[in-house]
């Protein structure tokens, strides 16, 4: 049996290490005014996981980002930056970013055809 989460499941584990953290910062408190060293250093193992999940969620929406970047220019091979961007919903500094780290892993090829930096456009490394 093959279980996914849905959309509104995936946007709301966004929250989820925002809420771990301060939550293990409250418990660290109390702990500490306790002089429960127990519960302490329990809170703050909370503290690390909410944040590795919030790296985690980071390095997430950059993936999706390259991911729909990528996509976009393989249905439309030569597609200039500032069309992508829009295609896609991002700033175009993003997209340029990403199309920076999709060219240096190989995946995308600059397009050169004596345009201006402004107009540059990509497609699919084969």
């Known amino acids: 049996m093959e279980v996914s989460l849905s959309n ?3 946007r709301s584990a966004r929250f989820t290490a925002p809420i771990l953290l301060v939550l293990g910062a409250m418990n660290a408190w109390a702990a500490q005014r306790a002089e429960d060293y127990g519960s302490l250093s329990t809170a703050l193992c909370l503290c690390v996981c909410a944040a590795g999940l919030f790296g985690e969620d980071l390095l997430q ?6 991911r729909a970047v ?3 220019v393989a249905a439309h091979p030569g597609a200039a930056t500032r069309h992508v961007a829009r295609a896609v ?14 060219t240096d ?9 004596g345009e201006t930096p402004a107009l540059r ?3 699919l490394a084969c």
Do not use: K
Not at 90 to 98: A, D, I, Q, Y
Not at 105 to 113: A, K, P
């Open 8 to 10: 509104p499941a995936i």
């Open 61 to 66: 929406r950059g993936y999706r980002r390259d």
């Open 70 to 72: 990528l996509a976009h």
């Open 89 to 102: 919903g991002m700033p175009e500094r993003v997209v340029v970013r990403n199309f920076d780290r999709l």
């Open 105 to 113: 892993d190989g995946l995308l090829v600059l397009v050169t055809d």
């Open 121 to 123: 456009s990509y497609r």
